[in-house]
């Protein structure tokens, strides 16, 4: 399968454009070739041959560290949170097909991340260890990187956020007249924190971006008849399958919810 980079840019309605990185590779869904690039880097850099992640049980991250090992000669760990289920969803089978190593963990030791780092280098060795959903500086620096490809003026970027690595990316890498909106795929206000300490991180705090939190729909996996609705619309008029979890809320927001006003230019990140 060849790579599509930089991935397309296109205009869905007057006004408003669709950056389709949703179409770099199927196996790197949405943004994940762009948090996983430099952590590919980076661990091949470090010596390492392995890399560990993070990640729920229908996690694309998941699925996407394990197609990076496989593509670039790694071997790849994923610490499923929860009990393991037999036979495995389509997400984890695609990753243990791509010769990604699952383990299980409880939900409680899940979230003593150090002392779990800790039983995992007991067990597993030296990994090149990637964040929950590719959420460091790495990512950032990957992200920052579509904002170039753009070349169509514009003022206003969005991305769905769910660690906020995206915004918190794409950010550091905007004109003055531009800003950045995230809309959040989860119930909650803590998200704001999260994209502050990775720019902080990163060592490039912007004020340039804010989170919506109004179109999460209940939450994190959650949708009800009107989000589905319009995602199934959405597919029948433009022919892009949108995902409930994350895109398919902040189209929504866009196209429904009517956020910015007449004139206002804009770049979604699909």
Not at 66 to 78: K, M, R, S
Not at 193 to 206: I, K, M, W
Request: one cysteine or more; proline letters at 4%.
């Amino acid at each position: 399968m060849q790579w599509r980079l930089p991935s397309p840019l296109e205009r869905l309605e007057e006004g408003l454009f669709l950056k389709r990185d949703d179409l770099i590779h199927p196996d790197f869904p949405g943004n994940k070739w762009r948090k996983l690039k430099y952590n590919v880097a980076a661990a091949k850099s470090a010596g390492r041959s392995t890399l560990l992640t993070f990640g729920g049980a229908f996690s694309n991250h998941l699925r996407a560290t394990a197609a990076a090992g496989h593509h670039f000669g790694l071997d790849t760990i994923g610490v499923v949170r929860g009990e393991e289920h037999q036979p495995l969803n389509p997400v984890l089978a695609r990753a243990a097909a791509l010769g990604m190593r699952l383990t299980y963990v409880d939900r409680a030791s899940y979230r003593r991340k150090a002392e779990l780092e800790q039983q995992l280098r007991e067990t597993y060795g030296d990994f090149f260890l990637i964040p929950e959903g590719g959420a460091n500086s790495h990512a950032l620096k990957g992200c920052a990187e579509l904002v170039a490809e753009i070349d169509q003026d514009f003022d206003v970027l969005c991305c769905s956020s769910g660690t906020g690595a995206t915004l918190a990316g794409v950010a550091t890498a905007l004109k003055p007249h531009q800003r950045a909106v995230g809309f959040s795929a989860l119930k909650g206000d803590f998200l704001a924190t999260a994209v502050d300490e990775l720019q902080a991180e990163f060592g490039h705090r912007t004020g340039n971006w804010t989170i919506d939190n109004r179109f999460h729909f209940g939450g994190f996996g959650k949708r009800d008849a009107t989000l589905t609705s319009f995602v199934d619309d959405f597919e029948k008029q433009h022919g892009i399958a949108l995902d409930p979890v994350y895109e398919g809320k902040m189209m929504y927001a866009i196209l429904i919810g009517r956020l910015f006003p007449p004139g206002t230019k804009l770049v979604a990140l699909l």
